[in-house]
C-alpha cells in the first residue's frame, strides 16, 4: 500500500491555535522527509479542538515548504461552498506547486446548528451534492461553459470521502474512495468495496481506487502506542457526552481526572479500534486490513498530545511500509 497522512490541526489545551498551525506544516515537512507519498489537510469549522478549516490556504503554506511529497485535502466539504471557487482555489494551487495536488471531497454539513447556520447551509436543504461535483469536475477538466483560471493544462486529481452511498455514488462519477470511520469495522465493507470495484464507470482513464483512512501509532510497544492513542479516544468520547470536540490533553492529566461510565467504555472501544502498537503489532493488523479490503493506499489520521512522539509514531509507520 502506498503511505499517507492526514492532519487535521489539532489544537492542544491551553496552547493557542497558531501552534498547532505550525505544527501541521512542520509534520509535513518531516513526513516528505520520512517518505510518505501523500500530506492531506481537513475541513472543520468552529471546532475547539482543529484549528484550520480552510485546506487551500493550509495547502498552499505546506506546499511552500516541502517539495515532492503530494498534498491535498481530506476534505472540502462541497455542499458549503461553489464549485467554481472550489476549482479556482484548486487550480491556483497546481500552478503553484504543479502536478502535485488532490482535491479530496467530503458532503459534511458542519459539525453542530449553529456553524451550519454560520456557513448557511441546513440540513434541509436541498441535496444538490452530485450535481456540484460534477460542476466541479468540469470546471476542473476545463469543459465547463465558464473557463476557470489559471489554466494549467492538467485536472486535478478528485477523490470522493465516502461511506454508505458515497461508494455507488464513486463508482457512478468513476472517482477514486477514501474510507473511515465506524464503516471500516462493518462486516459488510468488502461486499460494498466489491460492488463499488464492479460498478466503477471509468472517468477518462480512471480506475477503482480505494484508500484506507483510520487511526494509526507505532511505538517500541503495545502498551506506550495505546497511552499515545488515549488522547484523540478521550477527547472523541467527551465530544459525546458535550457536544463538543475539546483540544487534546497530555495522557497524565487524563487519567488522572474522573470518568464518567460511559467515557470510559467509548474510550475503550475506540482504543480497540485504533490500530496502535508495536511495528509487529500494527504490521500485522495493517496486512490483516489490506487482505480483508484490497486497499491500494493507507491515509493515517492520526494524533496525540505528544508532537515528539507523533512524529516518531510517523516515521516508524513509514518504516514499516516501505
Known sequence: MRLSLLDRSRTRLGAPDAEAIGATVARAV?????GY????????HGVPG????TPAVLLAAIGARTSRIRIGSGGVMLPLHQPVVVAEQ???????H????????????????PVRRALRRELDAVDTFEEDLAELRRYLEGTAEVTVRPVTGRPVPVHLLATGRGLEAAARLGLPVVVGGPVLASDELPEALARYRRGFRPH????PRVTISLDALVADDDATAREL???????MAVSRQTGEFPPLEGVAAIRSSPWPSQVERRVEAS?????AGSPTTVRRRLEALAARTGADELLASTSTHDRDALLASDRMLAELLR
Open 30 to 34: 518531516h513526513a516528505e522527509q520520512v
Open 90 to 96: 484548486f487550480l491556483v494551487l497546481d500552478a503553484l
Open 37 to 44: 507519498d501523500r500530506y492531506w489537510v481537513a475541513e472543520h
Open 98 to 113: 504543479p502536478g502535485r495536488v488532490d482535491l479530496g471531497i467530503g458532503r459534511s454539513l458542519g459539525f453542530t446548528p
Open 204 to 207: 477518462g482513464d480512471s480506475a
Open 271 to 275: 482504543l480497540d479500534r485504533a490500530v
Open 229 to 235: 492513542a488515549l488522547p484523540e479516544a478521550y477527547a
Open 50 to 53: 482543529i484549528a484550520s478549516g
